[in-house]
């Protein structure tokens, strides 16, 4: 059974930090790339982040710089180190492989709002 259990969302003031965590179970972790996605108000979920079993990483243009994807395979645990947040990165987010299929589940994510 495939789970995504994220947590470390919360309320910040824009320029903040948040540290989100994912831990995952029910597959072999340290053999999948994984990714980071969100979900913004009223939009549809998008990959914003990308990680390699060897640990490359991929970022979307609008975090680049700010936002740092990481893994430790021995916990099966991904994180998100979000530094320097805007509103615009307001949404629920979300781990799981970077490809995603059919049969892969969705987590219940953490909210992550930026507002002063």
């Known amino acids: 059974q495939v789970q995504f259990v994220e947590s470390g969302g919360g309320f910040v003031q824009p320029g903040g930090s948040l540290r989100l965590s994912c831990v995952a179970s029910?597959?072999?972790?340290?053999?999948?790339?994984m990714g980071w996605y969100r979900q913004p108000p009223g939009k549809e979920r998008e990959m914003i982040a990308t990680i390699t079993w060897r640990g490359s990483t991929n970022y979307k243009d609008s975090i680049k710089g700010r936002f740092t994807i990481s893994r430790n395979n021995d916990e099966k645990t991904m994180y998100l180190q979000m530094d320097n947040l805007k509103p615009e990165d307001t949404a629920v987010y979300y781990c799981?492989?970077?490809?995603?299929?059919?049969?892969?589940?969705w987590g219940q994510g953490t909210q992550v709002t930026v507002s002063s």
């Open positions: 029910g597959f072999r972790f340290n053999t999948y790339e």
């Open positions: 799981n492989k970077r490809v995603v299929s059919r049969v892969d589940p």
